[in-house]
Nanobody, 121 residues
């Protein structure tokens, strides 16, 4: 079992930055791929970024490449996502998720409760 709690969301102006954190409980965190997803009102949940168990492999949605960076520290059971050059279209609820396989789909086994990110123009 992996329990996930996100934090770091908030309101920011366009062009600004936020750093999301996801704290995980459970001894198997280091074995899981960690993903970030987001869901805007009226839209499907979409993939944003993923990082494999070691941190050596990452993947990003085209819409965030070059602006967002995902990282993890297995000793701290934490994954982060640094978001720079934020745009109004990045506004969404952001979810942290854990999977036993590296994936960019929403087929992750464990999910956090989400944190709201709002980017004003």
């Amino acid at each position: 079992q992996v329990q996930l709690v996100e934090s770091g969301g908030g309101l920011v102006q366009a062009g600004g930055s936020l750093r999301l954190s996801c704290a995980a409980s459970g001894r198997t965190f280091s074995r899981h791929t960690m993903g970030w997803f987001r869901q805007a009102p009226g839209k499907e949940r979409e993939f944003v970024a993923a990082i494999n168990w070691s941190g050596g492999v990452t993947s990003y949605a085209d819409s965030v490449k070059g602006r967002f960076t995902v990282s993890r520290d297995n000793a701290k059971n934490t994954v982060w996502m640094q978001m720079n050059s934020l745009k109004p279209e990045d506004t969404a609820v952001y979810y942290c998720a854990a999977s036993s396989r590296f994936s960019t789909s929403t087929s992750y086994e464990y999910w956090g409760q989400g944190t709201q990110v709002t980017v004003s123009s």
